[in-house]
């Protein structure tokens, strides 16, 4: 008898008395909201990082239809980027418990026989492979590239996006179907009655359920830990004075030290290959072009131009963020109407002195340069920028996610070729 028990296919392989209606049913209307809220915030990032503007933004081939974006990023709040992906990475972190004990929830399913039982049952398989295929890459790929760095250089974001799409469609048929038995399940607990499937089945879907160790409400309760946990190790990372909780989303890169210039570092000046004499007095100018012509300016020459201050944080992509740094330099529409940008200024394309690497450079739309707190940033916190802070110049934009502040820029051009 036992021996028949021990392929995964015959149902009394899974003996948790665990496995349940209710378990599932909760974790996935935590789910249902969570994953939704991480969809949105996702798709967020894309509409922040101008992907209509000038390729060096957005290379993802053949998004066609899915490039759809439907407004232009604003300047305000400009602590928004801070917001919405802090809220896609960290919320994104805290899912995983959930979402792992969803799936050990319903993996009796996945060896179910006959493997389809009519059309319809066919169908709804093949959108649990999807579903289950494209969260877990999703959920894979997003963890991978917050801890290590973009371990798919360049590819992430692509890889990252359709699977997103794949894995959402998917969500959507799947909440469509069960939503209802799983709202009606949670009712019923709450009111203490049985479960779909009736009083015999009210405390487990395994046939032969061995005796429990835990009772539901204490895993439930494992599950909540394992994601209170992972949230207080990860939030820290967006505020400056907590970041040495986060233990379990640490980022590389340089210690920042203190001081002005003491705030987190992404790529250091060395990693983006900037040497110190392509930065000098001597050697470095900026090269500012309108449809007024050509400028070029060394660093002297833009301490002379009108300076503004604005408080404006750094909101990297990969989910952390700095509070906000004061920092003081040149407004970008006043480059613009250096070259012949008067009053109205237009989208423009930043590049910096690196030479390779994804970052060098990127496009910022009509709105951002407009406002008044973008700014090619010479000083922060009432210092010099530091070489790993983009010495001798970078952008600022409110509201803009971090990879569109270049450092060590060396080009500004106004108005689209
Ligand atoms: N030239 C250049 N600028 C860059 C980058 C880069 O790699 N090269 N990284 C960007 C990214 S992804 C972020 S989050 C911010 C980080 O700025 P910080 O290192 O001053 O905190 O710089 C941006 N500017
Ligand atoms: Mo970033």
Known sequence: MRDSLRLPTS????????????????LGLVLLVGIV????????????YNPDLAAVNDKTPGKGLLGFYLFSWPTDPHWLYR???????????????????KLW?????LFELPP????????????????????????????????????????????????????FAAFLAHAALKVPTALRNVRRMRAGEPVDGGPAREESTAPTPDPPTVSRRGALGFVAGGSLLLFATTAGRSFDGLRGTALLAPHGGADPGSGPNGF????????AGIRAADTGADSW???VTGRGGTVRLSRAELDGLARH????????VEGWSTSDQRWRGVRLRDLAALVGHDGDPPDVLVESLQTHGAFRHAALRANQVADPRSLLALYVNGARLSPDHGYPARIIVPAAPGVLNTKWVARLTFGRP
């Not at 149902?11 to 909760?26: A, D, E, I, N, Y």
């Not at 809220?37 to 922040?48: E, H, K, Q, R």
């Open 11 to 26: 149902p009394g392989f899974w003996r948790s008395p665990l496995r349940g209606t209710r378990f599932t049913s909760v």
């Open 37 to 48: 809220v991480v969809f949105v915030t996702g798709l967020l990032s894309y509409a922040a």
């Open 83 to 101: 917001l919405t992906q802090g809220v896609h990475v960290t919320l994104g972190i805290t899912l995983i418990p959930v979402l792992l004990a």
């Open 105 to 109: 929830s319903v993996v009796p399913k």
């Open 116 to 167: 389809v039982r009519s059309v319809a049952h066919g169908l709804e398989r093949l959108s649990l492979v999807l579903l289950v295929g494209g969260g877990l890459f999703e959920f894979t790929t997003g963890v991978l590239n917050v801890q290590l760095d973009y371990l798919f250089p360049g590819s992430f974001y692509p890889l990252h996006f359709y699977g997103a799409w794949v894995f």
């Open 264 to 271: 987190q570092i992404n790529k250091t000046a060395a990693y």
């Open 285 to 287: 100018r900026l090269t």
């Open 309 to 316: 201050s604005a408080d404006l944080p750094i909101a990297c």
